[in-house]
């Protein structure tokens, strides 16, 4: 059988992914959170961790590269997602994508006016398509992090961000004024790995199921 590569990223969804896969039977030869090595063994012979950044998982994916890989719908949305199979919810890295203001500005007032109104995000295809979708009228701003703080330094009136627990938004005086979409993390897989590396990748995907599976029962 030939190898297998995975690619995952590092922060949150690591944390999760790592005990999901223990549970598949893979466990990394080393913590991949804290080694400076971008390809780590495991205990299972010809299976390998690539440590990629998140955006870049759906592409090493994409390109076969990386065989299959964990990746949020998030970044699997703002990729597009073209030459992926995504054969499994891994029900991890729960949070939800939404339109974020600072505390007191009049959004709804503003979209009803049809006030030019400047949105920042990481995610500015998810945001284009959203707004596009209700008719509402944004200049969008591409930004690479730390979102939050557009609203606050008056580079945006809104943002379009993820969030989890909320305290990112609480501890910036902001306040989440539209939903845009539930977001997990998924298994990735490319399609031509799954044909020609079959003996590999099925197995995978079956005992990562099992595993999801097994955690939702317990
Ligand atoms: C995400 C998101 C928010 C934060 C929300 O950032 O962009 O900043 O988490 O989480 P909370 O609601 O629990 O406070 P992340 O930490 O993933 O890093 P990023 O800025 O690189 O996206």
């Not at 080393?30 to 870049?56: H, I, W, Y």
Request: glycine share 10%; net charge neutral; charged share 20%.
């Amino acid at each position: 059988m030939s190898g297998v590569a995975i690619a995952l990223s590092k922060g949150r969804i690591l944390d999760e992914t790592l005990p999901l896969l223990a549970r598949a039977g893979i466990v990394p030869s080393e913590d991949p959170e804290t080694s400076r090595k971008l390809v780590l063994g495991t205990n299972r012979p010809g299976v390998t961790l690539v440590m990629l950044r998140a955006q870049d998982v759906p592409t090493y994916v994409q390109y076969g590269a990386a065989d299959a890989g964990v990746a949020g719908k998030d970044v699997l949305l703002e990729h597009g997602g073209e030459g992926l199979y995504q054969p499994l919810d891994l029900g991890i890295g729960a949070c939800r994508l939404v339109v974020a203001t600072r505390r007191g500005f009049d959004w709804a007032g503003s979209v009803q006016r049809g006030a030019r109104i400047r949105v920042a995000s990481k995610y500015v295809n998810v945001a284009r398509e959203h707004f596009a979708a209700k008719g509402v009228h944004v200049d969008l701003i591409k930004l690479y992090g730390s979102m939050e703080l557009a609203p606050l330094c008056g580079l945006a009136d809104a943002i379009v961000d993820l969030v989890s627990t909320g305290n990112t938004l609480r501890a910036n005086d902001l306040v989440a004024v539209e939903d845009i979409l539930p977001i997990t993390s998924r298994l990735i897989v490319n399609p031509a790995s799954l044909k020609l590396k079959r003996d590999g990748v099925q197995p995978l995907i079956d005992a990562l199921g099992a595993a999801v599976e097994a955690g939702e029962a317990a």
